[in-house]
């Protein structure tokens, strides 16, 4: 089974992603897709194994195979937390549901040391690119402090929420650059200092519902070995690709 016949006959769950999802999107901005696809049961018997992610088919469309994007997304994951809580979903099936349904067992404090820890990766870019050219990339600035803004609301209210909202303004005001450098990384100091408040009365567990999400996956591909051995249509062979 090639990889991209499992994103077009696996997928549990699809949505749109990028500035579309985030509420940030001009007349400029791509469609970026994102989806997870269930790979049958009896493709793991062999010695080939499917792939943990699949590019395509089309441009701007990434799909992880179920069990690593609950990997990641029990890891925190700030990209895989963010798909789960796509507004624009486009495809979902009665797994898909039942893995939206879990998105509370997914969060964690663990979101902490994810999203600061990311935001300081491209934090660490955006002061390359101004000592470089004297400006950073305006339009990273703005995903930064959207960023930050969620890692902080997600900590004191313990739910995610990606669209910006009435703030739509103000950030694409940093993304045109008609924000200084030096008001944009206040605002990062600011929402950084606040995210470590946030931290300490937080209502986020400590550690995500690792139980609950193995028991769904668990029920999930004891479902799928007992339907592809009754078809008798699943040959196993899949090519196995790097992880991501």
Sequence with gaps: MEPEDLVRDHTIYACVMGSRAFGLATEDSDTDRRGVFLAPTPLFWGFEQPPTHVEGPGEERFSWELERFCELALRANPNILECLHSPLVEHLD?????????RAAFLSRRAHDSFTGYALAQRRKLDADVRAHGAPRWKHAMHLLRLLTSA??????????????????????????????TEVE?????????????LHGTPLPAEPDHARVADFLFRTRRTSALRTHADHRVVPGAGRTGRR
């Design 152 to 181: 902080r609301d997600l900590l004191r209210t313990g739910e995610l929420t990606i669209d910006v909202g009435d703030r739509r303004p103000e950030f694409l005001a940093v993304k045109r650059g008609e924000i200084s450098w």
């Design 186 to 198: 206040s605002r990062m100091a600011r929402l950084a200092a606040e995210t470590e408040r946030a």
């Design 94 to 102: 009665d797994t898909g549901r039942e893995l939206l349904a879990l």
